[in-house]
């Protein structure tokens, strides 16, 4: 197979920018907790509430084989645009636990087909050297779980608001990003 070499560096910018989704509610827990008078438990349930939903959605995706079904790119894009949205959903007015928990249940299904479907198109591509482009994705999305914090870091800059603007914003970007992988 011909591989283009284009194909790996989309697919480690796309997976960078959405997989900041995944910790984006860590990155402003203390301003969630006091913006929808949380008890300080919340951070634990939050966290393990993304990851169930993560979860779920992988063992959805494979029972259905998704992406033998459909082109993986075009679940990459779908799933990065509504786990973007689900994300924005933690800036709701009237959230509460229960609905935060659901928001981000929800951003955890949809990153599902993000971070394994980026792992499936790279797997299409990379026969040879599989192993290096595996290990660019994995960089990627560990410095795309922790890009929320730093951004709340810079909170002179990103109010945590803002933080959930970006982090969605970048996802829908990168969603954008994988249309131009052809698999």
Same mark, same amino acid.
């Given at each position: 197979?011909n ?9 480690v910018?796309a ?11 860590n990155g402003?827990i ?8 949380l ?6 349930n939050?966290?393990?509430t993304?990851k169930f939903?993560?979860i779920i959605?992988? %063992?959805?995706f /494979? #029972?259905?084989?998704? *992406?033998?079904?459909?082109?993986p790119? &075009?679940?990459?894009?779908i799933c990065? @645009?509504?786990?973007g ?10 959230n ?10 929800l951003?955890g299904?949809f990153?599902?087909?993000i ?6 198109i ?7 050297g599989?192993g290096k482009?595996?290990s660019f %994705?994995?960089? /990627? #999305?560990?410095l795309? *779980?922790?890009l929320?914090?730093?951004? &709340?870091a810079?909170?002179?800059?990103? @109010?945590?608001?803002?933080v959930l603007?970006?982090t ?7 969603g954008f990003?994988s249309v131009?992988?052809?698999?």
């Amino acid at each position: 197979m011909n591989v283009k070499k284009h194909i790996l560096p989309i697919i480690v910018i796309a997976q960078f920018f959405c997989t900041s989704l995944w910790f984006a509610s860590n990155g402003v827990i203390t301003d969630l907790v006091s913006a929808y008078q949380l008890d300080t438990s919340a951070l634990g349930n939050l966290t393990a509430t993304v990851k169930f939903g993560f979860i779920i959605g992988t %063992l959805l995706f /494979a #029972l259905f084989t998704i *992406t033998d079904r459909f082109s993986p790119s &075009k679940v990459f894009f779908i799933c990065a @645009l509504l786990g973007g949205t689900f994300n924005l959903g933690l800036i709701w007015e009237e959230n509460n636990l229960n609905t935060l928990l659901i928001f981000r249940f929800l951003t955890g299904f949809f990153l599902a087909g993000i971070y394994p479907v980026g792992m499936k198109i790279a797997t299409d591509y990379y026969e040879k050297g599989l192993g290096k482009s595996l290990s660019f %994705l994995v960089g /990627a #999305l560990v410095l795309g *779980t922790a890009l929320p914090h730093l951004l &709340k870091a810079t909170s002179t800059i990103f @109010l945590w608001k803002s933080v959930l603007y970006t982090t969605s914003s970048l996802a829908f970007l990168g969603g954008f990003f994988s249309v131009f992988v052809n698999s």
